[in-house]
């Protein structure tokens, strides 16, 4: 299986920050790389896909970059709602994996 | 607007079997692949399986872990995927997710709440 490796995997971050994080594949997966957030208690929420296009209705203050093994989430200015777990998902191979999350904590 | 609403979850002794079903609305449920997700308590999100549309002859795939004691399937007149689980272990213990596969986007982008499912003696 392909594994993601994601780092920080906490990051303690104040509102109005810049943060990247940097989510590496085992091997390559092309641009098939897709981001999540999930808060406390809720399903995952589909932030950027095909590595680095913005789901509908996501800030534009997100954005994600890369392709082959190494991507990247950033958030331009923290806000608020942004603290939360984030986590990269490859679905280049016939089983999809996680990378193993990065918390965003505030400062 | 797109609900996936998960049930079937509970407390199960290791050894026993459970039945889990995600009812679909708000979208063509026949033309989309189907996924299972899974979270064990304060863990990171692990990958089930999938069950893809009739059009791609219901094509299973499933994680290692899981392989040989689960099993997805699908009732498109129901709009409802299934995620049976034999031989349950203590470490199948997790909130288990049902989402939608995004074909143009290579994503999940529709999520259910999830259910619990609790395999403990």
């Known amino acids: 299986d392909i594994q993601l490796t994601q780092s920080p995997s906490f990051l303690s971050a104040s509102v109005g920050d810049r943060v990247t994080i940097t989510c590496r594949a085992s091997?390559?997966?092309?641009?098939?790389l897709a981001w999540y957030q999930q808060k406390p208690g809720k399903a995952p929420k589909l932030l950027i896909y095909?590595?680095?296009t913005l789901q509908s209705g996501v800030p534009s203050r997100f954005s994600g970059s890369g392709s082959g093994t190494e991507f990247t989430l950033t958030i331009s200015s923290l806000q608020p709602e942004d603290f939360a777990t984030y986590y990269c998902?490859?679905?280049?191979?016939?089983?999809?994996?996680f990378g193993q999350g990065t918390r965003l904590e505030i400062k | 607007e797109v609900q996936l609403v998960e049930s079937g979850g509970g407390l199960v002794q290791p050894g026993g079997s459970l039945k889990l079903s995600c009812a679909a609305s708000?979208?063509?449920?026949?033309?989309?692949?189907m996924h299972w997700v899974r979270q064990a308590s304060g863990k990171g999100l692990e990958w089930v399986g999938r069950?893809?549309?009739?059009?791609?002859?219901?094509?299973?795939a499933y994680a290692a872990s899981v392989k040989g004691r689960f099993t997805i399937s699908r009732d498109d007149s129901k709009n409802t995927a299934y995620l049976q689980m034999n031989s349950l272990k203590t470490e199948d213990t997790a909130v288990y997710y049902c989402?939608?596969?995004?074909?143009?986007?290579?994503?999940?982008?529709?999520w259910g709440q999830g259910t619990l499912v609790t395999v403990s003696s």
């Open positions: 708000g979208f063509t449920f026949s033309g989309s692949a």
């Open positions: 091997q390559g997966i092309s641009s098939y």
């Open positions: 069950i893809r549309s009739k059009a791609n002859s219901y094509a299973t």
């Open positions: 095909a590595a680095s």
């Open positions: 989402t939608r596969y995004y074909s143009s986007g290579w994503s999940f982008d529709y």
């Open positions: 998902q490859q679905l280049n191979s016939y089983r999809i994996t």
